[in-house]
């Protein structure tokens, strides 16, 4: 069977990845999926950081393109493995254990030259593993790029986070365009409001009513939240957040209705 594959979206600075967190926390909770699968497909932010984890860019998938490209310049490589044998190995090798999931952090591509055939490749080898998991989330990175590389064609569910300003709605609209100029076969499209006032909630609703896509839905705003935003000052795991916390609580209504 294929795995649920969850994507979170949205402008620079939302919410999205504090928000894949909490559904992970759910997900683990909930029990309901046995194997889980997070790809931080974000070069410039890391999950590690949110949940406590330090991992090194030798870890990442673009630590270990690197190292594999240098060899391959070197010629290193035995002849007799073929290309996708070996990007298959570093990606497995890029899988961090955690204990309730498995992580894959993509990390930056550095250096120079065309990286086209490695990514094309990595893509599908991806696409391969996460069909091993139950469940995928995957934190995107800011803007829209991303989709209009048509990287997102397994995605089930896409959530666009946006937070009450002008930009973030703005955003919100293009990955809407976006999704359909390139032909993404998203199933559901959910938005959620970050970090809003409970007046504002008719205005997004009614903004997301203006859009026309079948596949959109409104989930539901949540409120700024003082212990979430100091959890990721003091850098502790999100994780552990208390399950008390009302920013949880209301979060886990609004996932209950994708997981
Ligand atoms: N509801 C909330 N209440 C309080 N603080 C929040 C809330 N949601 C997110 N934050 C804080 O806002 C900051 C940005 O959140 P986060 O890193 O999740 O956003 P992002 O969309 O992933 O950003 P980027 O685009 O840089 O990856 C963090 O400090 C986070 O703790
Ligand atoms: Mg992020």
Do not use: W
Request: glycine share 6%.
């Amino acid at each position: 069977m294929s795995p649920k594959v969850i994507s979170f979206s949205g402008k620079g600075g939302v919410g999205k990845s504090t928000l894949l967190v909490l559904m992970l926390k759910h997900v683990i909770e909930t029990e309901k999926y046995e194997n889980i699968l997070v790809i931080d497909a974000d070069p410039d932010a890391n999950i590690g950081d949110i949940i406590g984890k330090e991992i090194k860019f030798s870890e990442t998938i673009g630590g270990k393109m690197t190292k594999l490209q240098e060899k391959i310049q070197k010629r290193q490589i035995p002849l007799e493995v073929s290309k996708n044998q070996i990007i298959e190995s570093e990606v497995f090798d890029a899988l961090i254990e955690m204990d309730d999931f498995d992580l894959i952090e993509m990390g930056r591509s550095e250096g120079e030259g065309c990286f086209c055939s490695v990514n094309n490749a990595l893509k599908r080898i991806i696409d391969v593993l996460a069909k091993n998991y139950d469940i995928v989330l995957i934190d995107a990175p800011a803007g829209l790029e991303y989709f209009a590389r048509k990287t997102g064609q397994d995605v089930t569910d896409l959530i666009i986070v946006t937070d009450p300003s002008k930009m973030g709605f703005h955003t919100m609209e293009r990955i809407v365009e976006v999704s359909k100029e390139v032909h993404l076969k998203f199933k559901h499209i959910l938005v959620i409001g970050n970090r809003f006032p409970e007046d504002l909630e008719e205005l997004i609703s009614k903004r997301i009513e203006n859009i026309d896509d079948d596949r959109l839905k409104f989930l539901g705003i949540l409120p700024y939240d003082e212990e979430i935003s100091t959890l990721n000052l003091t850098g502790d795991n999100l994780l552990k957040l208390s399950n008390d916390n009302a920013l949880y609580k209301s979060a886990k209504t609004l996932f209950a209705s994708i997981v």
